[in-house]
């Protein structure tokens, strides 16, 4: 079975530092993979896309960026972080059969 | 691009009664509209959808139903229960891009 992991589970950062938060799937192949982020108390933002090793649609022009290096494998970055950055980071996965998302457990960022 | 608005922001029912939760999308080629459940400090889960050539669909106390004219869906829970409680998202695969535009949530209460 399908199964996605995302971490870290939670990060405190400060202001201006680096930050990378890593996913992968297991158990497919060439999945479509994002990365959404929530604010407290808000919905749900596209950050990034990936239909395939090295192809990246980025949603929201930002201080992030997103890479992924391997099929499984999605990671966000940002060189410089700011307050804003602060929320609820969520990995997915799309099935290629159905057009289920699958979350992973999400990274919580604060950045003070 | 794709946008999807989602009313009401916030819904309290009675335990027993039914909630209704609506969404209108803007790209009227999108043809799949799913809705997923938010558990507090939980990953979104899938808890029904619908593609553009079906009118509705039900399983169990949930229904979803789409018009396609209006470009509006909708959520209707029955006989809802205190585990209901949770934020409610609706979403729209914007055609051809691989991307999933999700309204902005509601948050539902059910009063025991």
């Known amino acids: 079975s399908q199964t996605i992991h995302q971490w870290p589970a939670t990060l405190v950062q400060p202001v201006g530092s680096p930050l990378s938060l890593e996913c992968t799937v297991e158990?497919?192949?060439?999945?479509?993979l994002y990365w959404y982020r929530q604010a407290a108390g808000r919905g749900l933002q596209l950050l990034f896309y990936?239909?395939?090793?090295?192809?990246i649609s980025s949603e929201v022009p930002q201080n992030l960026s997103a890479s992924r290096p391997q099929d499984r494998q999605f990671i966000l970055s940002s060189k410089k972080l700011l307050l804003s950055d602060s929320g609820f980071y969520l990995c997915?996965?799309?099935?290629?059969?159905?057009?289920?998302?699958?979350f992973g457990e999400g990274s919580r960022l604060t950045v003070l | 691009g794709e946008n999807v608005e989602q009313h009401p922001s916030t819904l309290s029912v009675q335990e027993g009664d039914s909630a209704v939760i609506k969404c209108t999308y803007s790209?009227?080629?999108?043809?799949?509209f799913p809705w997923y459940k938010q558990e507090l400090g939980k990953r979104p889960q899938l808890i029904i959808d619908?593609?553009?050539?079906?009118g509705e669909k039900k399983d169990q106390r949930i229904a979803v139903t789409l018009n396609k004219t209006a470009k509006h869906f909708s959520l209707h829970i029955t006989e809802t229960q205190p585990e209901d409680s949770a934020v409610y998202f609706c979403?729209?695969?914007?055609?051809?891009?691989?991307?999933?535009?999700f309204g902005t949530g509601t948050r539902l209460k059910v009063l025991a």
């Open positions: 997915a996965w799309k099935g290629s059969h159905t057009g289920e998302l699958f």
């Open positions: 158990g497919t192949s060439n999945p479509n």
């Open positions: 990936s239909v395939g090793i090295g192809q």
């Open positions: 790209d009227s080629a999108s043809n799949y």
């Open positions: 619908i593609r553009s050539n079906v």
């Open positions: 979403a729209a695969e914007a055609s051809g891009t691989y991307k999933y535009i």
